[in-house]
């Protein structure tokens, strides 16, 4: 049922709740604008999986349909009220920016869910569906409606006065809320700078990239083994890449700009810039990766996954200290892969030192 709640859900307060509960900014978008859109990303959607450029990440495919029509998870939604939070720290580490706080999933949801209770209470008519990145919704696409940026080359949206380090997440509701007006928005015109930047090439196109090159993808969400041809310009990436961010103009002096308000995605609530060669490779079971990165983004990877990318960095790094500990890897794992990984980390520091 389609109720107009222009009166009941006053914009002040919604905009007073917002930011209270630490967001960066919003906007809001009509179900009929997004729409359009949705039916113009589907097609590119379809064809980007055409060309296999999502490797394995098959729940991708797998959603579409939910993901390109909102009206399956809610019916008669009308509005979608999509959030900003600025996550990461100003400094180059090993782990990706947005790793580095507490798990964004559980923390964002967490305050969508007391924001959906909010407008309920202010009419017991309102239903809402909340999506935090994991659900079958297209956060960039909603955000881009909603006029929180533009899409960039390197696929990422971009807010053009401070940049593309955010969170996005997303509430679907029934009530029919004035949509945000939506500012003319810049481009990356001629700029290349991320496309020559990445080391794999892995942005194959202009807002097209190829996840069996993206280093994202190869340290966090392939189960698989890291190329050897693609291993060593992984460089020290532990978990996860920031480098076509990092080199965006649009990022470029705007730190004071990009002020994380919510404490649980700062930096020194999770792991910080960077995680140690030596802990990682030590790490010898399932309850010690538990005890050590529950609650924080690093679990996606699983231990081995992590201990797989330990190996590759290990090796780039040239340490002929971590040998030992990558011949305990090759003793202690029954996992070939694992092994191999070592094998090739101990053989590439002894090539580099002769």
Not at 226 to 247: K, N, S, Y
Request: charged share 25%; net charge neutral.
């Amino acid at each position: 049922m389609l109720y107009n709640h222009f009166m009941v859900i006053n914009s002040a307060k919604l905009r007073a709740f917002v930011e209270g509960q630490g967001w960066s900014g919003f906007g809001i978008a009509s179900i009929s604008e997004v729409e359009v859109a949705l039916k113009v990303h589907e097609g590119i959607f379809e064809g980007w999986l055409e060309q296999g450029f999502q490797a394995d990440m098959a729940y991708l495919e797998a959603m579409k349909n939910d993901r390109y029509h909102p009206e399956n998870k809610l019916p008669d939604v009308q509005s979608v009220i999509v959030l900003q939070a600025w996550y990461g720290s100003v400094g180059q580490g090993n782990v990706a920016r947005y790793a580095r706080g507490k798990d964004y999933h559980k923390v964002l949801k967490k305050k969508l869910l007391a924001l959906s209770d909010w407008m309920k209470k202010q009419d017991a008519e309102i239903d809402t569906y909340v999506s935090v990145d994991s659900g079958p919704t297209v956060d960039r696409v909603l955000a881009e409606v909603a006029g929180l940026g533009f899409f960039g080359k390197n696929t990422n949206l971009i807010d053009p006065s401070k940049g593309s380090y955010f969170f996005i997440a997303t509430l679907m509701t029934n009530a029919e809320l004035p949509a945000t007006e939506r500012l003319r928005m810049p481009s990356c015109g001629d700029c290349r700078k991320c496309t020559t930047a990445c080391p794999t090439g892995a942005i194959v196109a202009p807002r097209v990239i190829d996840a069996r090159r993206c280093i994202a993808y190869l340290t966090i969400e392939s189960k698989e083994g890291i190329p050897v041809e693609l291993r060593p310009m992984i460089g020290d990436r532990l978990f996860g890449c920031d480098i076509c961010q990092e080199v965006c103009p649009f990022n470029e002096g705007r730190v004071e700009k990009q002020e994380i308000r919510i404490k649980e995605l700062k930096a020194e609530s999770g792991v910080g810039e960077n995680l140690d060669l030596a802990e990682i490779l030590a790490i010898e079971n399932d309850e010690q990766f538990l005890e050590r990165f529950a609650g924080l983004p690093i679990m996606r990877a699983k231990r081995r996954g992590l201990l797989r990318n330990a190996c590759v960095v290990a090796g780039n790094s040239g340490d002929k200290s971590l040998i030992p500990l990558l011949e305990n890897v090759m003793k202690r794992e029954t996992d070939n892969m694992l092994k191999e990984h070592a094998q090739w980390a101990i053989k590439t520091i002894e090539n580099r030192a002769t």
